[in-house]
């Protein structure tokens, strides 16, 4: 039997250990985060998302408080507004605020709230950071000045990635995400699967091949699946005049929820490349030649015929590629053993 619960005066069913974030986000009513993902474990850490329960003192943080049948919850009121926007300055207290110049202007939670909220930052002054922006891999860009201590780019690399990359780093003023001993990010430290990037708010973690080339708000999002292997990942190509600018993942994908790997996410070079083969080539004379789709077809086709007729269907066979689906395998093998006859099937995952 499912837990009675009323949000803002409508009653609803809860099936299952949820908590109050998890609920109100299903039933479509706003509550703000700037910490929270769906793919990390609740953090309780920026409390923007904070509730008030009749019967409980104090405001909840609703990401990791669980419901509890009978409950009467409200996510709006005057002292939560007060709050968040006390939460809102503390955070820009000690951030450049730089937007007009900021890669992720548009596409900034952190801009988004201090917007709808009116905050703007100087309510609080004080010293502010003042480091050097990281650019020493070909992947990422981190801004360190940019960073608002969600966590959430080193949850997703130790929680979901299991890399352990990046760890909050240094006490007090001088914390922040970084490797260990603040080296370099490598080949042989970090995967490079941009999840860091994926999570993150604000614009201290940026893309640093799409850096400079259209912000969110100017590009069109094209959802397609990647080509690098069978699993299906689905992301979405950021393209502006014509051009992929960058890869921004897809939450509701069903196969990876937004998680990518370092050839879903950055291996896109060969979209644009001058050497890549957008027409069927055949050979003829000793040369290959541009060909349509059905003169290549019906060329494989013969000579498959050929072979068959000459040496029989026992010397022929079908070599398939782990960069396919289990659908396309699945129908190379079968092509392979009923239309030739022939049980020579291989695959290049095997070995």
Not at 37 to 61: M, N, Q, S, W
Not at 91 to 101: G, K, R, T
Not at 223 to 228: A, E, G, L, M, Q
């Amino acid at each position: 039997m499912g837990k009675k619960v009323t949000i803002n005066g409508t009653q609803f069913t809860v099936e299952g250990d949820r908590t109050i974030l998890d609920v109100c986000r299903e039933s479509g009513i706003r509550v703000p985060t700037l910490c929270h993902d769906e793919r990390l474990e609740p953090y309780g850490g920026c409390r923007l998302c904070l509730v008030e329960v009749k019967g409980i003192p104090r405001p909840l943080a609703s990401c990791t408080t669980p419901v509890q049948d009978g409950m009467e919850i409200i996510t709006e009121s005057e002292t939560l507004t007060r709050l968040r926007k006390m939460s809102l300055s503390l955070i820009l207290s000690n951030h450049p605020n730089d937007c007009m110049c900021c890669e992720e202007a548009g596409a900034c939670a952190l801009q988004e709230l201090a917007y709808e909220y009116d905050v703007d930052g100087r309510r609080f002054a004080g010293e502010v950071w003042d480091l050097p922006v990281r650019e020493d891999n070909p992947f990422i860009t981190y801004e360190p000045n940019k960073c608002i201590l969600c966590a959430r780019c080193t949850r997703i690399c130790q929680e979901v990635v299991m890399a352990d990359t990046i760890e909050l780093t240094g006490r007090g003023f001088n914390t922040m995400p970084d490797t260990a001993y603040r080296g370099p990010r490598t080949l042989e430290n970090c995967e490079f699967c941009g999840q860091c990037v994926s999570t993150c708010p604000t614009g201290a973690l940026t893309d640093r091949k799409g850096r400079g080339k259209g912000r969110a708000p100017r590009m069109k999002k094209v959802k397609t699946t990647c080509s690098y292997c069978g699993t299906g990942c689905n992301f979405f190509l950021n393209v502006k005049d014509g051009r992929v600018v960058k890869v921004t993942s897809d939450y509701d994908a069903p196969v990876n929820r937004g998680n990518l790997c370092i050839k879903g996410r950055y291996g896109y070079d060969f979209i644009h490349s001058d050497e890549r083969i957008k027409t069927p080539l055949i050979k003829k004379d000793g040369k290959f030649v541009e060909a349509t789709w059905d003169e290549a077809l019906g060329l494989v086709a013969n000579r498959f015929t050929e072979l068959i007729q000459k040496y029989g269907p026992d010397k022929v066979g079908g070599f398939s590629s782990s960069r396919c689906t289990n659908e396309e395998n699945y129908l190379l093998a079968k092509w392979v053993r009923c239309a030739i006859g022939s049980n020579n099937v291989d695959n290049c995952a095997r070995v």
